[in-house]
């Protein structure tokens, strides 16, 4: 049996139409909660964001709520990221990461997210840009972009990691270092684009650390 392409966009739709249901419970838990701080990790592959968590985890402890490697349980679970993510699988991603914010515990001190929907939205584009088998329909990549968007406002701050370094050997991350330059291109435009508060990440792991925990101090954080 034929399916049209109208049969798929009202499949996207809907789902993206539940996502953006989440996208606004979370916008209502974040108002009532007592969460103190909230970032954002974004950047592509390779850039040092599970690096920096990780510093943060050590120093924080149980002070601070991670939440982490979404993509990767999601790669585990059969469906396909990066240069072969499909329109399903990158809802999938985007429902998974707004239901982990909006199940944050209210008593969190503060909040760092490893990635955003800002990333899934980027990753789609490139693989649009690219011609890429696995490329969605343009109509999903502007859901992505317009749920990415909502999702920014429920963080006081994100931090970008532009590329600085070569990509380490992974198996489930993308190869190819001009895709990862595109989709480093194309977080770095959305940031800009929507005038996102952000802080670039650069320099060694030491120096990133010292940054971030001057600017947590600076929003309030007690080190």
């Keep these: 049996m034929h399916v049209d392409g109208r049969f798929w966009q009202q499949v996207h739709r809907g ?3 539940r996502i953006v249901g989440i996208a606004k419970a979370t916008s209502l838990c974040y108002r009532n909660c007592k969460v103190q701080l909230r970032i954002a990790f ?9 690096t920096l968590l990780a510093a943060c985890k050590t120093h924080f402890g149980k002070r601070l709520y991670p939440i982490e490697d979404i993509a990767r349980m999601l790669i585990a679970q059969g469906l396909p990221m990066g240069e072969k993510a499909t329109a399903h699988s990158l809802l999938a991603y985007i429902e998974a990461q707004l239901t982990a914010e909006h199940q944050v515990p209210p ?11 800002i990333d899934s939205f980027a990753y789609a584009r490139a693989n649009s840009e690219f011609g890429l088998p696995a490329a969605v329909p343009e109509y999903v990549t502007g859901m992505l972009e317009a749920v990415a968007l909502r999702e920014s406002s429920y963080y006081d701050l994100h931090v970008y990691f532009p590329i600085e370094f070569p990509a380490e050997p992974d198996p489930v991350r993308p190869p190819g270092e001009e895709y990862r330059r595109a989709v480093d291109n194309l977080i770095c435009a959305f940031i800009q684009k929507h005038s996102i508060p952000h802080l670039a990440s650069k320099g060694s792991k030491t120096e990133r650390t010292a940054v971030l925990f001057k600017t947590l101090t600076s929003l309030g954080m007690v080190l």
């Design 15 to 17: 789902e993206t139409a």
């Design 42 to 50: 974004t950047g592509t592959h390779s850039s040092g964001k599970s």
């Design 107 to 117: 008593a969190a001190d503060l909040v760092i997210s490893s990635r955003t929907c």
